[in-house]
């Protein structure tokens, strides 16, 4: 396998400032030097360029940045796409989660159609018509599945990205009103915490890889580190308790692995700010090595 990792120094989808320095602590913590211990060839190709800055007056309160993220997730739909084509498997940085519009339109332009595993305390299923905050990292999946505004829906300029029948939702544990009507009118399949409590993640992560990839040419997986409880990763910016456990988040990560269904992932939210010690990039970095083959034995 052959990795190229890059980073997307974005916060323009979230109310806290800092995911942005999540790429740096995550290459801090370790993340190349690990891949390579693992055998895999990797290349940080490193952050993309935005060639826009945040505008603390927002134009639309109901969307908020969005220019900026438009501008960020074509930037990155365009790195990634190349990356696929060239033959490498994308590792995306985040960033806040409003840039997975971008890295799985990228993907998605160059294969036939993929897959799509969520994992998140959040759905990130709203539009700007449910949405309480106008925070467009509560927005990314809906977009990538072709619901609302334009400008986020036709990123990489193609719609929907992914069918609802292949994205699996896995996790959540806090969805706002309008969200959960749209998401149960929705054809995605919806794990929340309360699935995992009863059925257990092995059971899971059993069914999750099964629908999303069923006839496709690959899955992404965009993981947002805020479905861990925030004991476990307290550095994120809208933290929900009673969140998967260390060992269940590694069992998921490690079966998608030994699927071998992955071919891009995004790993977002990690926010330097608000962590202790950099526990929470430590984390990433250990939780992106047991999705691409890191085993105890
Ligand atoms: N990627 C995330 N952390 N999303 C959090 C979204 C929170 C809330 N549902 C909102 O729309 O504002
Ligand atoms: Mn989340
Ligand atoms: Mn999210």
């Given at each position: 396998?052959?990795?190229?990792?890059?980073?997307?120094p974005?916060?323009?989808?979230?109310?806290r400032?800092g995911?942005?320095?999540g790429?740096?602590?995550?290459?801090?913590?370790?993340?190349?030097?690990?891949?390579?211990?693992?055998?895999?060839?990797?290349?940080?190709?490193?952050?993309?360029?935005?060639?826009?800055?945040?505008?603390?007056?927002?134009?639309?309160?109901?969307?908020?940045?969005?220019?900026?993220?438009?501008?960020?997730?074509?930037?990155?739909?365009?790195?990634?796409?190349?990356?696929?084509?060239?033959?490498?498997?994308?590792?995306?940085?985040g960033?806040?989660?409003?840039?997975?519009?971008?890295?799985?339109?990228?993907?998605?332009?160059?294969?036939?159609s993929?897959?799509?595993?969520?994992?998140?305390?959040?759905?990130?299923?709203?539009?700007?018509?449910?949405?309480?905050?106008?925070?467009?990292?509560?927005?990314?999946?809906s977009?990538?599945?072709?619901?609302?505004?334009?400008?986020?829906?036709?990123?990489?300029?193609?719609?929907?990205?992914?069918?609802?029948?292949?994205?699996?939702?896995?996790?959540?544990?806090?969805?706002?009103?309008?969200?959960?009507?749209?998401?149960?009118?929705?054809?995605?399949?919806?794990?929340?915490?309360?699935?995992?409590?009863?059925?257990?993640?092995?059971?899971?992560?059993k069914?999750?890889?099964r629908?999303?990839?069923?006839?496709?040419?690959?899955?992404?997986?965009?993981?947002?580190?805020?479905?861990?409880?925030?004991?476990?990763?307290?550095?994120?910016?809208?933290?929900?308790?009673?969140?998967?456990?260390?060992?269940?988040?590694h069992?998921?990560?490690?079966?998608?692995?030994?699927?071998?269904?992955?071919?891009?992932?995004?790993?977002?939210?990690?926010?330097?700010?608000?962590?202790?010690?950099?526990?929470?990039?430590?984390?990433?970095?250990?939780?992106?090595?047991?999705?691409?083959?890191?085993r105890?034995?």
């Amino acid at each position: 396998m052959k990795v190229k990792v890059l980073g997307v120094p974005s916060d323009f989808g979230a109310n806290r400032r800092g995911v942005d320095m999540g790429p740096s602590a995550i290459r801090y913590a370790g993340l190349i030097d690990k891949l390579k211990e693992l055998k895999i060839k990797v290349e940080d190709i490193s952050d993309i360029n935005i060639p826009i800055t945040r505008s603390d007056i927002s134009k639309c309160q109901k969307l908020k940045c969005l220019d900026e993220i438009v501008v960020s997730c074509e930037a990155l739909s365009n790195t990634v796409s190349e990356v696929v084509s060239d033959g490498y498997f994308p590792i995306v940085l985040g960033g806040d989660h409003s840039i997975a519009i971008g890295s799985v339109a990228g993907v998605s332009r160059v294969k036939e159609s993929i897959g799509l595993i969520w994992i998140d305390a959040h759905g990130d299923f709203n539009t700007q018509k449910t949405s309480n905050s106008g925070n467009i990292h509560g927005m990314p999946l809906s977009a990538i599945v072709g619901k609302g505004v334009d400008e986020l829906v036709n990123c990489g300029g193609f719609s929907p990205k992914v069918k609802e029948e292949n994205t699996v939702l896995v996790g959540v544990r806090d969805l706002d009103e309008g969200e959960k009507r749209l998401l149960k009118e929705s054809k995605l399949t919806i794990f929340t915490m309360d699935d995992i409590d009863r059925k257990g993640m092995y059971q899971i992560m059993k069914e999750a890889i099964r629908i999303s990839s069923k006839d496709v040419e690959g899955v992404h997986l965009s993981f947002d580190i805020d479905v861990l409880d925030p004991l476990e990763a307290p550095g994120v910016g809208t933290p929900v308790k009673g969140g998967i456990s260390y060992r269940e988040a590694h069992l998921a990560l490690e079966m998608l692995s030994e699927n071998e269904i992955l071919t891009s992932l995004d790993l977002v939210e990690v926010n330097p700010i608000l962590d202790q010690y950099n526990k929470t990039a430590e984390l990433a970095v250990e939780l992106i090595l047991s999705a691409l083959g890191k085993r105890i034995l």
